[in-house]
């Protein structure tokens, strides 16, 4: 996560712990009040995990305030970017098109709990059990929108490393290989792999996603361990325009694959 993206949650967490301390009521009552766990709100008011818009409109609501919270939510871009840029939610809400690859992992849109929970305990060995379940239930809730009534064009390409490691063991990554299985069939979303004989790979880089926006055009977001950028800076965006199209040109089709996928599922079963 970008360290400007934590900074405006830590920001705002403190907005919304004054507004709550003000009107004299606990976190657990005020929790309780906007209909969110008690451990999702003290995270919140910490700025240890993101917050939504709609958090705090139910927040500003039951407090009387007057819409302040959702005001500073608006004007907040510790970056210079806007608002829309540096939320990864926000971006896959507004995309009409996405655009993912990934060397390494299955892209957190089509992981299942039990994968992404394996992902998020080792990546974050520091973190306790209740926010690695928070921020598990997150990227659930971030998935919905394939299957919301206007789902974004989805194209994912992954290398076939990644279907191949075991990752959390061979009954969650068989688990795993099935949920793309199932994905791929869906109109509006595309896997294609990237095997292993390829001889001239152009993605032997960091993974990248592409969001096509309605008015404003394609954000290009590449994210590392330690941090992550959004950027709708031309030259960057269409270098990796370029490099999706290579990355198309090196993969299996569509249909080989899924072939390959159930092949890999064979595999593990």
């Known amino acids: 996560m970008a360290h400007t993206v934590k900074g405006r949650w830590v920001k705002i967490g403190r907005q919304i712990k004054g507004c709550r301390e003000r009107a004299g009521l ?25 917050i939504k818009r709609e958090h705090l409109e139910r927040i500003d609501k039951v407090l009387g305030t007057g819409g302040v919270l959702v005001d500073a939510w608006d ?9 829309w840029y540096q939320d990864g939610a926000e971006r896959e809400r507004m995309a009409f098109e996405i655009r993912q690859y990934h060397p390494l992992v299955v892209p957190g849109l089509l992981q299942t709990e039990e994968y992404a929970r ?11 059990p209740a926010e690695i379940e928070d921020l598990v239930r997150c990227r659930m809730d971030r998935q919905a929108i ?17 279907l191949r490691r075991p990752l959390g063991g061979r009954g969650i990554m068989k688990r795993q290989l099935a949920r793309l299985l199932e994905a791929s069939d869906e109109q509006h979303i595309s896997i294609q792999v990237v095997p292993y004989d390829t001889e001239h790979h152009p993605g032997l880089s960091n993974a990248f996603t592409l969001y096509e926006i309605s008015g404003r055009g394609s954000v290009l977001y ?3 361990r330690g941090s992550g950028t959004a950027t709708d800076d ?26 390959l996928i159930e092949q890999i599922l064979g595999e593990f079963s």
């Not at 606990?26 to 003290?42: D, I």
């Not at 394996?118 to 306790?128: A, D, I, K, M, Q």
């Open 234 to 259: 031309t030259e960057k965006v269409n270098d990796h325009i370029r490099l999706f199209g290579d990355l198309l040109g090196v993969a299996l089709p569509p249909v080989a694959s899924r072939k």
């Open 75 to 83: 004007r907040s871009s510790d970056s210079g970017l806007p608002e």
């Open 222 to 224: 590449v994210e590392t």
């Open 146 to 162: 394939l299957t919301s009534d206007r789902p974004p064009r989805l194209l994912v390409v992954v290398d076939e490393g990644v």
């Open 26 to 50: 606990s976190q657990r009552e005020l929790a309780r009040r906007v209909a969110l766990s008690p451990t999702m709100f003290s995270a919140m008011e910490r700025g240890a995990r993101g």
């Open 118 to 128: 394996t992902l998020l305990r080792v990546g974050l060995p520091h973190s306790t």
